[in-house]
């Protein structure tokens, strides 16, 4: 964005030769990092890189690292989170650190709550008035005059929930912010207001580091970008400096033809259209969506794109069964009469959906990557009444292979994976299942660019194979790429087919489309 | 060595105690007191062993204490008049309606576990002092106090089947499917039903066998006793949370092992019966049970956030 403001030419923060050791790897290997005043840095890698754990050494979380940080030419030792914090450090996690049941305001302050008494109590008691009259003049200086000081977190969106962690982070003098996938969930107008922010934000003088997935993002709203790869820095730029391409070849390490097709000829491309494996007809669940109808092919991958809050979920979820009978329509599904009731019923019809919030609906992170990928099937492999350890053993290890899932063994725990091998654990745990219809929603969020590579191949052979497939994305250019027909949802209406022929920009055009 | 502690800790703690106490208490040493250890703490570990299951799915069983009451009053009330066989049946069938109402309770109507166990709890207890009038059920037949005191060998009955029951629940905790979806389903309830795993019945069969194992606590301990007490088995499951957590499963759902209950049932079974021995007062043991219960649960806590 701009660049021919005046900022001083000391940097706010400057790391030296950070080292993170965890048992059996070396996450950052001798890592320098600065950031100047007043700058947005772009932080881009794959999956595993090391980008989390950098930010997670500046904000306190790993106390054990070994280096040098200097804010503000002063030496620092961030130890802890709260050391973090008062140097100024504010990390915005994808997973909020708000207290849903407080309200906006309680939250902004929590921790320096304004106090008032008399006497013997002289801080004894909260300061109401004061308390919600700073909360509320914070959020106006901030211009997120639309959030509510007095509504509970709980009962705001996504996007209304990371302003106030913006303005918690104003609220204790953040003057470096660090975002970690801060657009993840959002849909395009919200990100839209939460670039204008950070361009106001930076204009104050904040310095943010903002960590992306989304690489068009960062060329929007970066200034400078440092890019690193299995631990180690590989790059420091001006964001005019790069193109895609070139970012993308620095993050891998290697080129990728981007923008083509991922087109491994399909059932359906060679024998024209696949027979009918689903067909939904007028399916209505109320204030979500209404009259949805549509047919799915043996051999397609589907794609269908709408704006969070269009429906899409919902829907995915209603012909999985996983919210309970819908309201009105039928499904056929192989040529049956087919009621979504529970997800039971669905997987054993030959139902799977990969949910689009795996640590909350896919995966069960205490346990290890092998009871998760056969936890569908666990009363498959069995010897009469018992599990048979070495079948199980036998099928995890192929699907590690399969999909080239990174973890040690298979007995680690899923949460000490990355995203990425996290994600492919969901899909592990599908293919075990060997489903007809394999319904995905969002399955490269918070994904790396290899990985999604990876993934989208996978997904095509899979329809290859003949599987059918329905792919929900709020990337338009990823749906172009991969899916054969995207239907376009509106306000819980399909509103538009788009052939597999169409271009990105046609996808999102009809997406954000006039109501 | 950490990942070492971390799996073996309590095993070694208490052989360390059982060592000590081996050699340093005459008394202790003494076999018919090793015996008396095993058999005393038998109707806990049946206990526990159930409410590891309950544990491991993210809930609690607070009930245990009662329907181990419930199935020694029912058992006692239909043996007297119509034999042993009987008794035990109907004790057992008594037992799994408990719980088969806290399952229903906690998976179909959705209130939490602490709530629902501890209104069937206080409901059991009343059905009880009503139904007798609080009076004890005497006259059972003799031979029935061989399943609370008599032996195979020098080796207690009672102690047996607590040893079978354990076997049993390991087994079916690590090697069947329906011991991989509580483990699942105490990790992440809504990913293990998103799986297309039947959660609901998962918890109700929970709940149920916990309360069988209760029921057979219950039994045993009527074959202590050979007398009916509606106020039998009162706080027992506390006894049997404490003998979970100290064997280390965490509260928080998704971990644990049978194996490791058992451990925790005989350390606390092992200090009890130390301070009895030296002759330390009654009143001073629950105040060293809570104290013992703190400590090994604060190392284990402290050592899995220095992980």
New interface residues.
């Given amino acids: 964005m701009s660049t021919n403001r005046d900022v001083s030419n000391q940097p706010v923060l400057e790391m030296r030769s950070i080292v993170k050791r965890f048992p059996g790897v070396l996450a950052l290997d001798n890592v320098d990092f600065t950031l100047m005043p007043g700058e947005v840095h772009g932080l881009v890698g794959a999956n595993g890189a090391g980008k989390s754990t950098l930010m997670k050494v500046l904000g306190g979380v790993y106390g054990d690292y070994r280096g040098e940080i200097l804010i503000g030419q002063n030496a620092c030792e961030m130890r802890s989170p709260r050391e973090a914090q008062e140097h100024g450090v504010s990390v915005i996690h994808q997973e909020f650190s708000l207290v849903s049941t407080l309200t906006v305001a309680e939250n902004i302050v929590l921790g320096m709550e304004p106090r008032r008494g008399t006497g013997m109590l002289g801080k004894a008691f909260l300061d109401w008035p004061r308390l919600r009259q700073q909360a509320a003049s914070l959020l106006e200086e901030l211009g997120f005059d639309k959030v509510d000081p007095d509504s509970r977190v709980a009962d705001l969106s996504v996007a209304e929930q990371q302003l106030v962690q913006i303005a918690k982070a104003i609220a204790a003098d953040a003057r470096i912010l660090v975002m970690d996938e801060p657009t993840a969930r959002l849909s395009k107008a919200e990100r839209d207001e939460l670039f204008r922010i950070i361009d106001r934000l930076k204009h104050a003088g904040t310095s943010i580091v903002y960590i992306s997935h989304f690489l068009e993002e960062v060329f929007q709203v970066a200034d400078r970008v440092t890019v690193m790869r299995d631990g180690k820095v590989v790059a420091v730029h001006q964001v005019e400096d790069l193109d895609r391409r070139e970012l993308v070849r620095l993050m891998l390490g290697r080129d990728i033809q981007s923008g083509d097709k991922v087109r491994v000829p399909s059932a359906a491309d060679k024998a024209g259209m696949g027979e009918a494996v689903l067909s939904v007809d007028g399916l209505s669940r109320n204030g979500k969506f209404e009259g949805i109808s549509f047919k799915l092919h043996r051999g397609e991958v589907l794609g269908i794109a709408g704006l969070v809050g269009s429906g899409r979920t919902d829907l995915a979820r209603a012909i999985f069964g996983a919210d309970g009978a819908v309201d009105s329509g039928n499904i056929v599904l192989k040529g049956k009469t087919y009621h979504p009731k529970t997800p039971r019923k669905a997987v054993r019809s030959g139902i799977a959906l990969l949910p689009e919030d795996r640590k909350q609906q896919g995966l069960v992170l205490v346990r290890p990557v092998s009871d998760n990928t056969m936890l569908a099937v666990a009363h498959k492999l069995v010897r009469g009444l018992f599990l048979d350890h070495r079948a199980r053993h036998r099928e995890v290890d192929s699907m590690i292979k399969r999909l080239s899932i990174k973890c040690a063994s298979q007995d680690v725990s899923v949460g000490t994976l990355s995203g990425g091998n996290q994600q492919k654990v969901v899909l592990a745990k599908w293919l075990a299942a060997s489903p007809d219809i394999l319904i995905l929603d969002q399955p490269t969020a918070g994904v790396d660019v290899g990985t999604k590579e990876e993934i989208y191949v996978f997904l095509r052979r899979l329809a290859a194979a003949g599987s059918a497939l329905i792919m929900i994305s709020d990337d338009p250019e990823e749906l172009s790429r991969v899916c054969d027909r995207i239907l376009i949802m509106r306000r819980g209406r399909i509103v538009q087919e788009l052939c597999g022929d169409a271009a990105s920009g046609d996808v999102l055009t009809a997406v954000t489309g006039d109501y | 060595m950490k990942k070492f502690f971390r799996t073996y800790g309590m095993l070694v703690i208490l052989a360390v105690m059982f060592i000590v106490l081996y050699s340093s208490l005459p008394t202790f040493r003494n076999p018919q007191n090793l015996l008396n250890l095993l058999q005393q703490n038998a109707v806990n570990a049946v206990i526990a062993s159930g409410m590891t299951l309950v544990i491991i799915t993210g809930g609690i069983d607070l009930s245990a204490g009662s329907t181990a009451a419930l199935a020694g009053m029912a058992a006692a009330a239909v043996m007297v008049r119509h034999g042993i066989a009987l008794g035990v049946v109907a004790g057992l069938v008594a037992a799994a309606a408990a719980g088969l109402l806290n399952g229903l309770l906690i998976s179909k109507v959705g209130i939490v576990p602490f709530v629902a166990t501890l209104g069937v709890q206080i409901i059991t207890k009343g059905i009880l002092f009503i139904s007798t009038n609080a009076t004890p059920i005497y006259g059972l037949p003799l031979e029935y106090m061989t399943v609370g005191l008599g032996s195979i060998g020098p080796f207690p009955i009672a102690t047996s089947i607590a040893v079978v029951v354990a076997v049993i629940m390991s087994?079916v905790l690590k090697?069947?499917?329906f011991?991989?979806?509580v483990?699942?389903l105490g990790?992440?309830e809504?990913?293990?039903?998103?799986?297309?795993?039947?959660v609901d019945r998962t918890k109700t069969a929970v709940y149920t066998i916990a309360a069988i194992l209760a029921g057979i606590g219950g039994l045993i301990l009527l074959g202590q006793t050979n007398t009916g007490q509606p106020q039998a088995a009162s706080g027992y499951e506390l006894n049997a949370i404490a003998a979970v957590v100290v064997g280390g499963t965490p509260l928080s759902g998704?971990?644990g092992s049978i194996v490791n209950t058992i451990i925790g049932a005989l350390v606390l079974g092992l200090i009890s019966n130390a301070l009895n021995l030296m002759n330390v007062s009654p009143y001073w043991q629950p105040a060293v049970t809570g104290l013992i219960i703190l400590v090994a649960v604060g190392i284990d806590t402290v050592s899995r956030k220095r992980k």
């Fill in positions: 087994v090697h069947t499917p011991g991989q979806y483990l699942a990790g992440n809504d990913a293990t039903r998103l799986s297309g795993i039947d998704g971990q």
